[in-house]
């Protein structure tokens, strides 16, 4: 997966619990992304970051909060789960977020299964 | 509001014949449109793109075309493999941001 690695592949929990997951590159890349797939909706953006320390919401970033301490890691924080966070989560990374070159596309990971129950 | 719409959910096509999937956009600032392609267990893997000054562009088996008068992007696979069985997301890019269409899964029968 070029370089991306995120973790854990699949986690089952509780309502209520707190949530991390994790996304790494080594492709040293400025821009990061965590998106979510669900059924009858493809792929949402939760949040990005373009930069360390640097991000901003997606579409559906309600209940999500991200960090970003270092360039290689950015991570996925759900406070208090519900059960309409139970997703699949695909973190991405880019090189540029300006795509009017042409010349940047997404790169995904392989995704989190997440099931809250 | 869903800013990219792919309507149809599944198509299932012959092995070696053309497989034709379609996408809709509404937004008419969108200026870079791509496929991805997805594998169970996988993530979207990037496929073929289009920049909005274009009409066409091919690679290979695959060729996409943009009609933007009519907001409409379609990816055509010739001739189709059974390899090719996946599920294809359109996106369309605006600004720092991706908006993804719900996906078509594509079965080709051999």
């Known amino acids: 997966d070029a370089g991306i690695t995120q973790s854990p592949r699949h986690k089952v929990t509780e309502t209520g619990t707190p949530v991390t997951l994790r996304c790494h590159q080594t492709?040293?890349?400025?821009?990061m992304y965590w998106y979510r797939q669900d059924p009858g909706h493809g792929l949402r953006l939760i949040h990005y970051?373009?930069?360390?320390?640097?991000?901003d919401k997606g579409e559906v970033s309600d209940g999500y909060s991200v960090s970003r301490s270092k360039t290689e890691d950015f991570l996925l924080t759900l406070e208090s789960a519900t059960s309409s966070q139970t997703s699949v989560y695909f973190c991405?990374?880019?090189?540029?977020?300006?795509?009017?070159?042409?010349?940047?596309?997404?790169?995904f990971g392989a995704g989190s299964r997440l099931t809250v129950l | 509001d869903q800013q990219v719409k792919q309507n149809s959910p599944s198509l299932s096509v012959q092995e070696g014949r053309i497989s034709i999937l379609n996408c809709d956009y509404t937004?008419?600032?969108?200026?870079?449109f791509l496929w991805y392609k997805k594998y169970p267990a996988e993530g979207p893997t990037f496929l073929i793109s289009?920049?909005?000054?274009?009409d066409k562009n091919e690679d290979g088996r695959f060729t996409v075309f943009l009609n933007k008068s009519a907001k409409h992007l379609s990816l055509h696979i010739v001739p189709s493999q059974p390899g090719d069985s996946a599920v294809y997301f359109c996106?369309?890019?605006?600004?720092?941001?991706?908006?993804f269409g719900t996906g078509t899964s594509l079965t080709v029968i051999p």
């Open positions: 996106a369309a890019s605006g600004g720092n941001q991706f908006y």
């Open positions: 937004n008419s600032m969108f200026d870079y």
């Open positions: 492709e040293n890349h400025r821009y």
């Open positions: 289009i920049s909005s000054i274009k």
């Open positions: 991405a990374i880019s090189e540029s977020g300006l795509f009017a070159a042409g010349a940047n596309v997404l790169t």
């Open positions: 970051s373009y930069g360390v320390k640097d991000t």
